[in-house]
């Protein structure tokens, strides 16, 4: 499986920005998809997940970031809307077998697959 993540750039607080991951290699029939991010200086954390039709997403988010899927595609999406300085960070997108999210979709250890990472600066 190759996740490719895309769709990152400069952006003014308070701007919008969709990011993209398209999975290569595998259906989403079983497996689920998420978006981390990792700021300088600071840890990787969960952003958002999305398991069939459930949806997850961190409290710093949550009512500003929205995630979607097209199966057809095999491509997970991540609406960036209200975008604040303190979300600049390089994200990453990742899947793992659906098995994985019985206990939780927010643990990096949930997935087995990793992308590349893309770059969001929310900077006037």
């Known amino acids: 499986v190759q996740l490719q993540a895309s769709g990152g750039g400069l952006v003014q607080p308070g701007g919008s920005l969709r990011l993209s991951c398209a999975a290569s290699g595998r259906t989403f029939t079983n497996y689920g998809m998420g978006w981390f991010r990792q700021a300088p200086g600071k840890e990787r954390e969960f952003v958002s997940a999305?398991?069939?039709?459930?949806?997850y997403y961190s409290d710093s988010v949550k009512g500003r970031f929205i995630i979607s899927k097209d199966d057809a595609k095999s491509t997970v999406y991540l609406q960036m809307n209200r975008l604040k300085p303190e979300d600049t960070a390089v994200y990453y997108c990742?899947?793992?077998?659906?098995?994985?999210?019985?206990?939780?979709?927010?643990?990096?250890?949930?997935?087995?697959?990793w992308g590349q990472g893309t770059l969001v600066t929310v900077s006037s």
């Open positions: 990742a899947g793992g077998p659906s098995r994985n999210f019985a206990n939780t979709p927010r643990y990096a250890s949930t997935y087995t697959d």
């Open positions: 999305i398991i069939w039709s459930a949806t």
